[in-house]
């Protein structure tokens, strides 16, 4: 399910946060040893408190849309 609060300052996400499921990590980016792992979760921008970053669920019955 879509995360409908930041998880920073709590506050309902507006319409200018962003919201977005994905379907990995990548990690060391651009670099020689980089790794992508493959997870679900969402990546967040919070417009109300500038918190950005990702949420992996821990339940197996999330749905992505």
Do not use: A, Y
Request: net charge negative; glycine share 8%.
């Amino acid at each position: 399910m879509e995360p409908k609060f930041c998880p920073n300052c709590g506050k309902n996400f507006n319409q200018d946060s962003l919201v977005k499921s994905f379907n990995g990590l990548i990690l060391n980016h651009n670099r020689k040893d980089e790794i992508t792992v493959p997870v679900k979760g969402w990546g967040i921008e919070c417009f109300n408190c500038d918190w950005s970053g990702e949420i992996i669920p821990d339940d197996k019955q999330t749905i992505f849309k």
